[in-house]
Each structure stands twice: as structure tokens, then as C-alpha cells.
Nanobody
Framework: QVQFVESGGGLVQPGGSLRLSCAASGFILRGYTVGWYRQAPGKQRELVATISYGGSTKFANSVEGRFTISRDNAKNTVHLQMNSVKPEDTAVYYC????????????WGQGTQVTVSS
């Protein structure tokens, strides 16, 4: 089955850094755009960042300049490097391959919890 498994979340202080990993299985990630998404309590899931099959990246305004997204096609993984984190970054983070505005390659997994707090 096609799935993504997120890891690397945890508790981090404001201004700190965290590196999230997304491992894909059931397919070869190389040819797909991959996105990181997050959902905070009481809010809808939102797009955080994407990386295309060619390596082009896009970021939400709220994280641009602080987060980076990268991919390792050989390992079938995508990473989200979170720097200068803020309390408002607190959310469950998910990865998936968008196939449009509303469609995705895989069903949503468990995600990984990121909590930014002192």
C-alpha cells in the first residue's frame, strides 16, 4: 500500500529547531511532489511546504525563512527542517503527495506531534 510515515516530532522551545522525517513506502517517491502539512488544535489542516520532483520548493508565508524542505530520493524520504520555531508552529505534522488541491496519493497517517513551548 502507498503510505507515508512521519517521525521526528517532539517538544521544543521557542527559537529552537526540529527535523522531521517522512518515509514513503509502497511506491517510488522520485517522481512526485511531496508536501508537509500541519493541523493545529481547532484548526483545519494547512499546507506548510512542498518540494517538487525537480527540487523546487514552496513555503507557507508563516514559515518561509524559518523552515526548509528537502528530499532524498535514494532513501525515499523527505525532511522538514524547522528552525526558529514559534508556539504557533505547534501542530500535528503530516506528509503526503498532493495530486491537486484536494486529492492526495496516500491516506493520511498518524502524523508526528510538534509542540513548541517553554
Amino acid at each position: 500500500q502507498v503510505q507515508f510515515v512521519e517521525s521526528g516530532g517532539g517538544l521544543v522551545q521557542p527559537g529552537g529547531s526540529l527535523r522531521l522525517s517522512c518515509a514513503a513506502s509502497g511506491f517510488i517517491l522520485r517522481g512526485y511532489t511531496v508536501g508537509w502539512y500541519r493541523q493545529a488544535p481547532g484548526k483545519q489542516r494547512e499546507l506548510v511546504a512542498t518540494i517538487s520532483y525537480g527540487g523546487s520548493t514552496k513555503f507557507a508565508n508563516s514559515v518561509e525563512g524559518r523552515f526548509t524542505i528537502s528530499r532524498d530520493n535514494a532513501k525515499n524520504t523527505v525532511h522538514l527542517q524547522m528552525n526558529s520555531v514559534k508556539p504557533e508552529d505547534t501542530a500535528v505534522y503530516y506528509c503526503n503527495a498532493p495530486r491537486g488541491d484536494r486529492n492526495f496519493l496516500a491516506t493520511w497517517g498518524q502524523g508526528t506531534q510538534v509542540t513548541v513551548s517553554s
